[in-house]
């Protein structure tokens, strides 16, 4: 569920209160920041998704091979009788494309 989430530190969240409240004192703040803690509030943050360099140096193939699938799907559907392909044979593209750091496919 909160896979690309990252729960925030003490710091971080005092950090967060001074920003949004640029008025207000830091005991103030710090009494916020442990009111949130003290009751079991966990905070997340969304994770920076980050590319490998092997990832990042296979996107010319991948788009390579997202062409060739695009214009082998017309013979797929005659082959097959359904027009896409599905996660069961194809769910390896996919994988490939997240891992390379491409977001909607």
Known sequence: ???????ISR????????ECYPGIHIDYAKDIRDGFYNK???IFKPKKDTAS????ITIPLF????????????LFFIATGSWGYSDKYFGWFLRWGSFAGIKNI
């Open 1 to 7: 569920m909160l896979f690309n989430m990252k729960e």
């Open 11 to 18: 710091t971080e969240l005092l950090t967060s209160i001074l």
């Open 40 to 42: 079991g509030y966990r």
């Open 53 to 56: 360099f092997l990832g990042r």
């Open 63 to 74: 788009m390579t091979v997202w062409l060739l699938l695009l214009i082998c799907m017309p």
